[in-house]
């Protein structure tokens, strides 16, 4: 079944993976057009082959999308810790970023840090209201914000980032 699953996969991401493949090729490796390429794999569960994309644009620069989606893999695997420090090392680089934003007080508020979430959010809501409204369990606590973030669908939502905002 599993080899059918990715039989399945390969099929479909396989034209926009060879077209994103050429496109870091042409451009010499940027930064963004790995980066790219290794949202696309972790967009279907290829984790392995996204982490080799995100580690090689890390190895280079530390960009920011790649350290989100890094701490994106790591929280999708259950590696919290990891997580908050790609997540961490994402802040320091750009602290205004809305991505950055929601991925710190997401995460944090799985682990209950309450105040730092707090911390997050209300500079997300600063800079995004709009993205900010979209994730209002972040204000609550405890088992309430546990219910409202499973009710809202946005708990365990990850967006993969391909572009500094």
Known sequence: MKREILAFVNAEIGERAA?????ARRTQGTARAINSLGVLYAQYGLYDKARAQFESVLGKEEYVPALINMGHLHR???RVDAALSFYDRAYKRSPTNTSVLLAEAMLNHQLENYGVVRKYYDALKSADPALADRHTYLNLRGEEGARAAEASGTRNLIEWMEEPR
């Open 19 to 23: 077209r994103l493949q050429a496109e």
């Open 76 to 78: 999708a695997q259950g």
